[in-house]
């Protein structure tokens, strides 16, 4: 997902402490800012909230991509717009971060620093304009699937980030399965490019949700504090059901030999992903990992003599006033 | 590395005549670009026509493990409520 795999921080604290902080989640109080937490649930979160804001951030990447190159003038308009919603879904989570004690030049240096990661997905290319569609439709899909849960989520600041993020996410899923639409029903090598950038988004989709985590005790924990909601296998179950009659509908076919109705268990048997490349672009040795962080690296770099003059201004006005007052 | 932007908590008036609203925050140089920024990040959709911007520090609030004794007051009160008074039917809307 856009927060993948995130490890579980031991707790030490009083045993009673913990009990009583379970039992506020188990009641559905929220937990907030200035509230006890203890310290590992307070790290996890950093980690998870971070990966997810990083995630926004350099996912503007890939769609950003195209914004020059979109097909016509509303189609970039658009396409600008929901750019700038990832930027603001990015500075959310980062305002929800800080509230829990760590700063946002913090959390911009481990992502620069390849210290902390972002969702893999990211690591693809956008090779061409039906690749728009298909991270609309199918990568922000698989994102809805995970954050409207979330919304319920137990840490106060995340879950209004979360609220708010949804409310604005739909647009970006409908105008992703709108290009789609008109590629599928367009000519016969636009529908092949709609076909094609499915093939090659399926999978990496698939993977976002992460590896099965049935039996990992860092779900389990995670899972107690009310910080993941569901299992990687439930999301990415339902993720299947509901994109396979979207395929269906656009006349395009799934990528997965293997794809079947299960009439018992109620859903679609389908093929695992490769996870040996998942663990792969983990790593740092997807097709785009070094351009993505050479993209934010840059982007961070030059834009400190804005940072810094503009705070350079603020001041020196401050000074001004202080000193006329 | 250079010095981090100060922190504003950001509050936004809908169009439909309630009070500001905390919707989050931001980081700006000043209360000049706070506002600029809060336009951009949190009214993108018709959300507010009258933004406020306060520096996260200037801010005073009470504190979670005073929740107790403090709203306590308001508790034990139940008679501020309009049900703690029955009006027989009789007497019509009150």
Redesign the interface.
């Known amino acids: 997902m856009y927060a993948q795999m995130i490890k579980s921080e031991a707790s030490t604290e009083d045993p009673k402490q913990l009990k009583e902080f379970q039992a506020k989640i188990d009641d559905n109080i929220k937990v907030?800012p200035?509230?006890?937490m203890p310290e590992g649930y307070r790290k996890t979160l950093i980690r998870q909230i971070g990966q997810h804001a990083h995630s926004e951030i350099v996912g503007q990447l890939p769609e950003g991509n195209w914004i020059t190159r979109a097909p016509t003038l509303e189609r970039k308009m658009i396409l600008l717009?929901k750019v700038?919603?990832e930027?603001?879904h990015g500075?959310?989570l980062y305002?929800a971060a800080?509230t829990l004690g760590v700063?946002?030049?913090d959390l911009t240096?481990q992502l620069l620093s390849g210290k902390m990661k972002y969702s893999s997905i990211f690591n693809y290319p956008t090779l061409n304009w039906a690749d728009i569609g298909a991270v609309g439709w199918l990568v922000d899909g698989a994102a809805i699937m995970n954050q409207v849960p979330l919304q319920r989520t137990s840490y106060g600041p995340y879950s209004?980030?979360m609220i708010?993020i949804c409310k604005?996410e739909s647009f970006h899923q409908r105008q992703g399965y709108d290009i789609m639409m008109k590629m599928a029903q367009g000519t016969e090598t636009q529908k092949k490019m709609a076909q094609d950038a499915l093939n090659r988004l399926w999978y990496p989709s698939l993977m976002m949700f992460g590896p099965s985590d049935a039996e990992s005790v860092h779900s389990t924990q995670n899972m107690a504090w009310k910080i993941k909601m569901n299992t990687n296998d439930e999301l990415r179950q339902k993720f299947v059901d509901q994109t396979v009659p979207q395929a269906q509908y656009l006349g395009l076919t799934i990528p997965d030999e293997n794809l079947t109705w299960n009439e018992e268990k109620g859903g679609y048997d389908y093929s695992d992903p490769d996870w040996s490349e998942f663990f792969d672009v983990l790593k740092g040795n997807g097709p785009c990992n070094v351009d993505r962080l050479e993209a934010r690296n840059k982007a961070w770099d030059d834009g400190?003599w804005v940072?810094?003059g503009?705070?350079a201004?603020?001041e020196k006005?401050?000074a001004a006033k202080t000193a006329a007052e | 590395m250079s010095k981090e932007w100060p922190l504003w908590e950001i509050f936004i008036r809908g169009q439909h005549g309630l009070s500001h609203r905390h919707v989050g925050s931001l980081h700006a140089p000043n209360a000049e670009m706070a506002i600029k920024n809060a336009r951009d990040v949190y009214t993108r959709r018709n959300e507010g026509v009258s933004i406020w911007v306060v520096e996260a520090n200037n801010i005073s609030a009470s504190s979670p493990s005073e929740k107790g004794p403090l709203y306590e007051p308001s508790e034990s009160k139940i008679y501020r409520h309009p049900t703690f008074f029955d009006i027989p039917d009789e007497v019509g809307h009150m």
């Open positions: 907030e200035r509230d006890w717009a700038q919603d930027a603001g500075l959310y305002a800080e700063s946002r030049d240096e209004r980030a708010r604005e400190a940072r810094d503009l705070m201004h603020a006005k401050r």
